[in-house]
């Protein structure tokens, strides 16, 4: 049977990256049983242990991004922007905007900057969007959303425009994981 020293071991390590630490850890477990490591260590390996797992645990982390998008190649060009909505009363007070003459269809798109990021695409990446043309869905009833791997199709079937990134006007939410586009997204109500 195992000590709870050797089972919280092999549930703490037991991806193929912490091989090194299983190898140490190994070797501290049978330094301790023959008595010639004080436990006083035992807790910063336990430590290293799990600062190592919530790092893989960041890196597998998707972050959301909205802004402008410009694709050329597998190339992503992205400009982030702020989206402000009728309910951010504090932001639509600190930039003085007013509903009729800056956001009539109920969002404002606020680009200080205009900073210029790029992401990676491959073929993995996924677009959503809303299909008005029904070139993809056959239903006409229906919020029409579509999701694809095809570049092309997403080209074809979303508001998307091949404009400068300077011209572009729809913004896209985009999910990143590892410097890679996992997903585009467009939303129907920012594409009027």
Known sequence: MKSPIENSYTT???T?????????????ISMM????????????????????????EIENTVESLHGYIFIKDET???????????EDRDRIKEL????ARDYPSGYYIYNPTGDT?????????????????????????????????SREEFFNGSSYQNVSLEEQRIPYFIDIRDGKVVKITEEFIYTQ
């Not at 992503?76 to 009728?86: G, S």
């Open 12 to 14: 703490l390590i037991y």
């Open 16 to 28: 193929p990256q912490k091989r090194l630490i299983y190898k140490v850890w190994e070797r501290l």
């Open 33 to 56: 049983k023959a008595k010639s490591i004080s436990l006083i260590l035992l807790p910063i390996f336990i430590l290293i242990g799990c600062s190592n797992s919530q790092f893989t």
């Open 76 to 86: 992503l060009y992205f400009d982030k922007v702020e989206i402000i909505t009728r």
């Open 96 to 99: 003085g905007l007013n509903e």
């Open 117 to 149: 990021d790029t992401f990676d695409l491959n073929e993995d990446t996924i677009y959503r969007f809303t299909d008005i043309q029904l070139l993809y869905v056959k239903e006409t009833n229906g919020k029409r959303i579509y999701e694809t791997t």
